[in-house]
């Protein structure tokens, strides 16, 4: 009986630790945090997707973001849960690991402020979401409104690496 419970315990904490493991880091985006992704990431290509927990469409695209990963290692992928409605952390992080993001750099945007947060990424966003930043490697930026088609990202990939190729 004592062998059972202890076998039992231990699964449960084995368990629980590899929970712990999965659940997806979310940064704090606040002010200043563009600059500090745009510098952490320069000079590799870099895939920022903004999304919400309440946008239909992102429900779709985030599992597709964590094939192009896999498909992609050479591309970094940040996510910003940049919803209108307050942003609670806890449906965030369960949204990525459903997805299978939590291996990527995430972020919420924990601003009361989010036009602010907005206008430091690009002056002209209104705010709707899903928005896609491909940011080349020399640091050339296309910006994709609405949900991205996954054969555009992934040409885009393929560009970013046929240019590491030809250095």
């Known amino acids: 009986m004592k062998r059972k419970l202890f076998a039992g315990l231990l699964l449960l904490g084995t368990l629980s630790a590899t929970a712990i493991a999965e659940e997806a880091e ?5 002010r200043g945090s563009w600059q500090q992704i745009l510098h952490s990431h320069a000079g590799r290509p870099t895939l920022v997707h903004f999304w919400g927990v309440t946008c239909g469409p992102c429900k779709i695209e985030l599992p597709q973001l964590r094939h ?8 970094d992928v940040v996510t910003i849960s940049a919803d209108l409605v307050p942003n609670l952390p806890e449906a965030t992080q369960s949204m990525l690991q459903k997805a299978g993001l939590s291996s990527a750099e995430n ?57 590491t190729g030809s250095r």
């Open 68 to 75: 192009f990963m896999k498909d992609h290692p050479g591309i």
């Open 26 to 30: 979310l940064k704090s985006f606040e």
């Open 107 to 163: 972020w919420m945007f924990s601003d009361g402020f989010a036009d602010r947060l907005r206008f430091e990424i690009d002056p002209t966003w209104q705010g709707d979401i899903p928005r896609t930043m491909l940011i080349a490697r020399e640091g050339t930026v296309t910006t994709i409104e609405g949900a991205a088609e996954m054969s555009e990202l992934d040409k885009w990939a393929q560009g970013q690496a046929a240019t």
